[in-house]
């Protein structure tokens, strides 16, 4: 048997194969819309490893590679056949390749994909109209159906009355295996075009630009609700949580970019909230704060463990600390708030409190210039540090600019958080704020004050074991050696006060010009093998001229 294929070049072994083929067996497992691996590899590469494993080699390896090969061509075979890796049809494919799919995936749930007649030429619409045949003769398999449509265009109305001539046939279909519908589209598509027929194994909803009967009454399994860039009034508010309430076995809800049209604030109904039992994950982001507002006021979230609430234009005590948030607070475990004018900002402020493995919470707390402790009630200011009795880690970012003591005045109420084991320090500023006075001096001096009391546990942060601390001033360097000394070193402080811990790690990154004496200080203090020092990278050099190139630049 001979080959005209360059063995330099296609030089493939057989286990380098099966790492080929070991993503195919996975495929049920990634997202439904992607292209299937089985169309990336063609049934030509056999015969092309045949070839080259049958080349120029001595006998008894020629024959121990025919044997892996044998494994790998059954194995690829046995693959080939499986239905579930060809249930994925598409108005992407061929009207050939659709078919091919179809009858090799026999009996499978299908995952649908449609793109609207928008994204094709005219040319292709007959082509369209058989694919869009073939999609209605196996409605009764569809397992995942997504619509992609395109922005509306006048010149695209043809093609527009052609997606709802399409949407308008599934009426009176019945897809009785949906569990999941994905709908991209412009208003003008409705779940009013979808399938009459009560769906009960439909578990998710993804929708966007896209009107919605909310009491249609399809939908009684539904656990994934998300919606995105929808026009909602008054009244479609009030159907959307009467929907709600009809879904008992939602886990998660989304909403972003809603844009209700309500010229003044909603007022919640004197009817008693309404109780999502099973709901996980809450997400508002970018809504209307009025909208926000009405919505967390009629909802009680018992067992909610992540709430995300992102809003524009809005100071973050009106959100955080709003009556109808305030509840949240105490039974939610991970919190997100933000109050910035871009997504990609979205988490250069705020609070979180997040939770980890084993119920383990984590407080991270970015603060920027506009934000002080003068502009949040203190009460709430407490409420929210009581979430972080039982955190370990605490994490502060602060800049040179900020309104000095806020931060030493908020981190004082931590007071009551004995479990904290970590704590990191950041700071960011500009070239010129090296020698600015920063926050930091204020929390070190507070981290080195011995309490009033005779009670280790009202120290501040007792137990903490590791301390992080990153780009930091020259004049934070004092105030850090004599915390040390005092918190760590003073044996006289630390037999009357019974510290628990001594201090573990040290991590300095970036510190601008500390010198060797307070590093060996540090080191005697610490002991060996706590202090990690990083030294930061040096500063651009200025251009010297001398009085020459002066005058030549004259």
Known sequence: MSTDVDTSKFVIQSFQLLEIYSPVLAIRTGTPYLDCPIYRLP?????????????????????????ELMLVCSYWESLSDTPSLWAHVSSY????????????????????????????????????????????????????????????????????????????????????????????SPTFISFEQLFTAKTELLRHISIERCGIPWDSGLFVGLATLILHNLDMDGPSLNQLIAFLQASPRLVKLSMEDLHPEIDQPLHPNSTHPITLQLLETFNIWHVDPHCSDYLLSRLHIPKCNAFHLAQHDCGLEGIAFSPATEHLFLILRSITVSCDNTHVELYERGLFVTSGKRGEAALKIEWSTDLTLEAW?????????????????????????????????????????????????????????????NEVDGILELLSKPPVVDDASQWLLPGIKILVMIQHTLMTQEKLVNMIRHRYADRELRETYKLPVMLQTLRIEGMSGINPYQLETMETILGPGVLEYTAPEPLPMLRSYDSDEVEDDR
């Open 43 to 67: 049934e030509e590469i056999i015969l092309r490893i045949l070839l080259l494993v049958l080349g120029d080699t001595q006998t008894l390896e020629r024959y121990k590679r025919l044997g």
């Open 377 to 437: 009630p203190i009460d709430k200011v407490q409420e929210l540090f009581e979430l972080a009795i039982a955190a370990s880690s605490i994490h502060l970012t602060v800049h040179t600019d900020i309104k000095r003591g806020s931060l030493s005045k908020l981190l004082r109420v931590m007071e009551n958080c004995p479990s904290v084991e970590k704590l990191t320090l950041v700071q960011h500023g500009r070239d010129f704020d090296l020698y600015a006075p």
């Open 93 to 184: 494919q061929p009207l050939s390749s659709m078919k091919r799919s179809l009858s090799k995936s026999k009996d499978a749930p299908l995952d649908v994909v449609y793109t609207s007649y928008v994204s094709e030429p005219q040319s292709q619409w007959s082509e369209r109209m058989e694919k869009d045949g073939v999609f209605q003769a196996n409605v009764h398999r569809w397992k995942y159906f997504e619509f992609r449509g395109s922005s509306w265009h006048p010149h695209s109305m043809e093609a527009t009355a052609l997606d709802i001539s399409f949407m308008d046939s599934l009426r009176h279909l019945t897809p009785s295996k949906l569990e999941s519908i994905s709908l991209h």
